[in-house]
């Protein structure tokens, strides 16, 4: 299957700080890529799509200048947490769906996640 | 929007017996009902799915059927053993747009004793 990578899987970090997580497709094109948050024991709930090259599209109630996507390449989508509060901890995780000989479409395909922990 | 139900929450059972995992989606659209198994503290991976053209599909013990009619669609374990423990996700898309998102339930806690 596509491999995705995410990084870093742990970050703890001061409250008012900004925490940047990057998400990678490393054997794929990865067109489309979203962005989740999942609280213990709960679903996942998705954040924001982005498409590669234009912004991105939020979910309601997740506030777009709070965490900032960036989707600059085919292979990367970055999430930044600007100002973090200890309300945003929670484990973020991105997927990426995208095109390669024999990748179906529709299919994501999910990263490690991300661990945030604001002090 | 899409809503998708799951149920139950929580499912135990004893090896070697199956399991079935019921979800509900609510907007006709939708034409792509993945299924997503993730162990503690890792990634969902994909396990199976369905597209809204078939109304069943198998892959060794794992089956999931699809009535679209009804808008519900199931995940059924067979001959369940210890290491199918984990969290196991529904969820519900589209095909059409650009976009390709999926609405998840709320997740399904597998366990399977001894």
């Known amino acids: 299957g596509a491999v995705v990578s995410q990084h870093p899987s742990r970050v703890i970090c001061k409250s008012g700080t900004s925490v940047k997580i990057e998400c990678r497709s490393l054997d794929f094109q990865a067109t489309t890529m979203f962005w989740y948050r999942q609280f213990p024991k709960q679903s996942l709930m998705l954040m924001a799509t982005?498409?590669?090259?234009?912004?991105?599209?939020?979910e309601q109630g997740v506030e777009k200048d709070k965490f900032l996507i960036n989707h600059a390449s085919l292979t990367l989508s970055t999430l930044t947490v600007t100002s973090a509060h200890p309300e945003d901890s929670s484990f973020y995780i991105c997927s990426a769906r995208g095109f390669r000989q024999l990748l179906a479409k529709n299919i994501q395909y999910f990263g490690a996640g991300t661990r945030l922990s604001v002090l | 929007g899409e809503n998708v139900e799951q149920h139950p929450s929580t499912l135990s059972v004893q090896e070697g017996d199956s399991a079935v995992i019921k979800c509900t989606y609510s907007?006709?659209?939708?034409?792509?009902f993945p299924w997503y198994k993730q162990e503690l503290g890792k990634r969902p991976q994909l396990i199976i799915d369905i597209r809204s053209n078939v109304g069943e599909k198998k892959d060794q013990r794992i089956a999931v059927t699809l009535n679209k009619t009804a808008k519900h669609f199931s995940l059924h374990i067979t001959e369940t053993q210890p290491e199918d423990s984990a969290v196991y996700f529904c969820a519900a898309g589209g095909s059409g747009g650009s976009n390709y998102k999926l609405t998840f339930g709320k997740g399904t806690l597998l366990t399977v004793n001894p």
């Open positions: 982005s498409n590669e090259g234009s912004k991105a599209t939020y």
């Open positions: 907007d006709s659209a939708s034409n792509y």
